[in-house]
Antibody, heavy 115, light 107 residues
Framework: EVQLVESGGGLVQPGESLRLSCAASGYTISNYWMTWVRQAPGKGLEWMATINQDASETYYVGSVRGRFTISRDNSKNSLYLHMSSLRVEDTALYYC????????WGQGIQVTVSS | DIQMTQSPSAMSASVGDRVTITCRASQDISNYVAWFQQRPGKVPKRLISVSSTLQSGVPSRFSGSGSGTEFTLTISGLQPEDFATYYCLQHNSYPLTFGGGTRVEIK
């Protein structure tokens, strides 16, 4: 059974940093593109970032480019999202997903940015 | 950036109804559209990929069609468990973009 499990979320102040992790089991991420998506409270889904199999290609939504970094460690079967200069508007439930069209999803991890 | 205009944003329907949701892309995206269902408080679930390929385990009452700029998700015979919010996603080019969502409510 494929499982993606996010961790690393929490409450931070504006301007601070946070690193999200996504650990995969029952699924070898080295064969696949991987993606982060977020959902602000009561809002729709927003694509954040995607990374290819060997991390040679990364793509970001404009609002986080330069602040967020997607990375992966295939030896640990894990995906990461390093978030810096966090803003109140980054408050959301963050999901990791498999592929560019998100065949599998994690359960989500809450990130709250508030002073 | 490619905009995905999803309509309607909300609708009321009855069990057994046929429901059609549309996503219109601001430019040609071939067939690179996926559809997702999100029940309240739950994780989104992919129903359809590359416009019309039904995911394993998804009931056959769900179907997808379209290419280019116009895409539809159809539910033939709405069931109680289908009351949810549905999203389209274009994955033809970056930035990837979701439609705004369609909330299907019980009439």
């Amino acid at each position: 059974e494929v499982q993606l499990v996010e961790s690393g979320g929490g409450l931070v102040q504006p301007g601070e940093s946070l690193r999200l992790s996504c650990a995969a089991s029952g699924y070898t991420i080295s064969n696949y593109w991987m993606t982060w998506v977020r959902q602000a409270p009561g809002k729709g889904l927003e694509w954040m970032a995607t990374i290819n199999q060997d991390a040679s290609e990364t793509y970001y939504v404009g609002s986080v480019r330069g602040r967020f970094t997607i990375s992966r460690d295939n030896s640990k079967n894990s995906l990461y999202l390093h978030m810096s200069s966090l803003r109140v508007e980054d408050t959301a439930l963050y999901y990791c997903g498999s592929g560019r069209s998100l065949g599998y999803w994690g359960q989500g991890i809450q990130v709250t940015v508030s002073s | 950036d490619i905009q995905m205009t999803q309509s309607p944003s909300a609708m009321s329907a009855s069990v057994g109804d046929r429901v059609t949701i549309t996503c219109r892309a601001s430019q040609d995206i071939s067939n690179y559209v996926a559809w997702f269902q999100q029940r309240p408080g739950k994780v989104p679930k992919r129903l359809i990929s590359v416009s019309s390929t039904l995911q394993s385990g998804v009931p056959s009452r769900f179907s997808g069609s379209g290419s280019g700029t116009e895409f539809t998700l159809t539910i033939s015979g709405l069931q109680p468990e289908d009351f949810a919010t549905y999203y389209c996603l274009q994955h033809n080019s970056y930035p990837l973009t979701f439609g705004g969502g369609t909330r299907v409510e019980i009439k």
